[in-house]
T-cell receptor, first 113, second 116 residues
């Protein structure tokens, strides 16, 4: 079946450094991708999204890169701050799945002071 | 604040109890969702309501019973649960269901459920 997964379950990063969180997907028909951040005790919060007609999209301190050739998605966080410590989820949708989001298991990011 | 409010935040119940989880969205969305989040696992979609009609039921045991009285409110009624049902239950909403350009979900903070 189709699956969405992250390469590493945990990531430790020094405050001020850049973070890169990776995600692989298997459905070549996926056409929309989204990143969520979940802090302890809270629900997932939208960070950034991208459609398959784009390779890159930038937000405030975050950039999402999409490589459709190898079915790979990444989230880059610039100048990582303590408030960035959270679990990060990627998700994707496809027309064949009624555009429902399929989530990966998440990467726990810990920022070291 | 995402505009999706869930109550209670925490719930402890015995296996013979009956309880309900409540979700309310103030975003004017037409679709609402229940997800189960267990440790180290991807979010599991349980139910989807679109315009107050259930459009998805992902093989969820009958001890979970959803109710959507209107497009702003969603309930999950619980009875005779098992310890393995302990998890974070998340409610979400979207502008509509099953349409491109409206895939983004807005989540509540969840109800942390413990079944003893």
């Amino acid at each position: 079946g189709e699956s969405v997964g992250l390469h590493l379950p945990t990531l430790s990063v020094q405050e001020g450094d850049n973070s890169i969180i990776n995600c692989a997907y298997s459905n070549s028909a996926s056409d929309y991708f989204i990143w969520y951040k979940q802090e302890s005790g809270k629900g997932p919060q939208f960070i950034i999204d991208i459609r398959s007609n784009m390779d890159k999209r930038q937000g405030q301190r975050v950039t999402v890169l999409l490589n459709k050739t190898v079915k790979h998605l990444s989230l880059q966080i610039a100048a990582t701050q303590p408030g960035d410590s959270a679990v990060y989820f990627c998700a994707e949708t496809a027309p064949s799945n009624d555009y429902k989001l399929s989530f990966g298991a998440g990467t726990t990011v810990t920022v070291r002071a | 604040e995402t505009g999706v409010t869930q109550t209670p935040r925490h719930l402890v119940m015995g296996m013979t109890n009956k309880k309900s989880l409540k979700c309310e969205q103030h975003l004017g969305h037409n679709a609402m969702y229940w997800y189960k989040q267990s440790a180290k696992k991807p979010l599991e979609l349980m139910f989807v309501y679109s315009l107050e009609e259930r459009v998805e039921n992902n093989s969820v045991p009958s001890r979970f019973s959803p109710e959507c009285p209107n497009s702003s409110h969603l309930f999950l009624h619980l009875h005779t649960l098992q310890p393995e049902d302990s998890a974070l239950y998340l409610c979400a909403s979207s502008l509509s269901f099953g349409t491109q350009s409206n895939e983004k979900l807005f989540f509540g903070s969840g109800t942390q459920l413990s079944v003893l």
